[in-house]
């Protein structure tokens, strides 16, 4: 991603560059951050050719997707009203974190995405991520967003991902209304989850079978799948992208 030379990465109103969904960015940030090599973002080309799937290692830990702001706001319409969520400690059945620093969605849903379920091993003891979580998690929504928005080793991170990808930056301070990050994890509850920080908090979207991963009929059915409805409702702007994290088999 080609980032003008004037354009700060996080400016003084807490701006980001926004990050491209493609294997590339999320692998490069998640290396910055502390996660093990061995696990790996993959490209989701279909959620229904099984020849397509196959390319994907399971199980799949996360589902990263990027979804258009018509779609997304249309389905979110349809959510039941809810209380901003407080939980805090190691007892929350997922780690969420409140997005405050706009245009940073690409990084919480990593976050999310590598924090959650069976990806949570992967991430090296005394690392960034490693060091961030252990201050966090005891914290509620508010000050737990803080921890991100204060960490130094967090902007270079990003700031580092940020200059990868194919298309240009767009200004960070931009207002408008860009696509948003989703994460789906298959919590230690068994349970689906719908991670995003510009939400009120955690979705539980429904209970998984044992073998049932993150990129299963089922999980998709309760996840994405209903994006994806709005979208063909809407005449078909599949303006989606789908990334997996899952375990390299090499």
């Given at each position: 991603?080609?980032?003008?030379?004037?354009?700060?990465?996080?400016?003084?109103?807490?701006?980001?560059?926004?990050?491209?969904?493609?294997?590339?960015?999320?692998?490069?940030?998640?290396?910055?951050?502390g996660v093990s090599p061995d696990?790996?973002?993959?490209?989701?080309?279909?959620?229904?050719?099984?020849?397509?799937?196959?390319?994907?290692?399971?199980?799949?830990?996360?589902?990263?997707?990027?979804?258009?702001?018509?779609?997304?706001?249309?389905?979110?319409?349809?959510?039941?009203?809810?209380?901003?969520?407080?939980?805090?400690?190691?007892?929350?059945?997922?780690?969420?974190?409140?997005?405050?620093?706009?245009?940073?969605?690409?990084?919480?849903?990593?976050?999310?995405?590598?924090?959650?379920?069976?990806?949570?091993?992967?991430?090296?003891?005394?690392?960034?991520?490693?060091?961030?979580?252990?201050?966090?998690?005891?914290?509620?929504?508010?000050?737990?967003?803080?921890?991100?928005?204060?960490?130094?080793?967090?902007?270079?991170?990003?700031?580092?991902?940020?200059?990868?990808?194919?298309?240009?930056?767009?200004?960070?301070?931009?207002?408008?209304?860009?696509?948003?990050?989703?994460?789906?994890?298959?919590?230690?509850?068994?349970?689906?989850?719908?991670?995003?920080?510009?939400?009120?908090?955690?979705?539980?979207?429904?209970?998984?079978?044992?073998?049932?991963?993150v990129l299963s009929e089922e999980?998709?059915?309760?996840?994405?799948?209903?994006?994806?409805?709005?979208?063909?409702?809407?005449?078909?702007?599949?303006?989606?992208?789908?990334?997996?994290?899952?375990?390299?088999?090499?």
């Amino acid at each position: 991603m080609s980032i003008p030379k004037n354009l700060d990465p996080k400016g003084e109103k807490g701006f980001f560059v926004p990050l491209e969904n493609n294997p590339e960015v999320m692998s490069h940030l998640a290396d910055k951050l502390g996660v093990s090599p061995d696990l790996g973002f993959f490209d989701v080309y279909s959620i229904d050719d099984p020849d397509l799937l196959a390319y994907i290692p399971r199980p799949v830990y996360a589902l990263l997707a990027i979804v258009p702001p018509k779609v997304y706001w249309k389905a979110r319409h349809k959510e039941s009203k809810t209380t901003a969520y407080e939980g805090s400690g190691e007892k929350e059945p997922v780690i969420w974190f409140k997005q405050t620093i706009r245009h940073s969605c690409g990084l919480i849903g990593l976050l999310h995405s590598v924090s959650n379920g069976g990806a949570r091993q992967y991430i090296q003891k005394e690392s960034t991520l490693d060091k961030l979580l252990k201050e966090a998690i005891p914290l509620k929504p508010a000050p737990r967003a803080s921890v991100l928005y204060e960490s130094e080793a967090l902007v270079a991170a990003h700031r580092s991902a940020a200059q990868i990808g194919d298309t240009e930056a767009p200004p960070a301070e931009d207002e408008k209304d860009l696509q948003h990050f989703i994460s789906y994890v298959k919590a230690d509850d068994g349970h689906l989850w719908e991670l995003e920080g510009g939400w009120h908090g955690p979705l539980d979207r429904g209970e998984l079978g044992p073998e049932e991963d993150v990129l299963s009929e089922e999980a998709l059915r309760l996840g994405i799948g209903a994006f994806l409805k709005e979208a063909q409702d809407e005449g078909g702007e599949l303006r989606f992208s789908l990334v997996a994290l899952a375990p390299k088999n090499d």
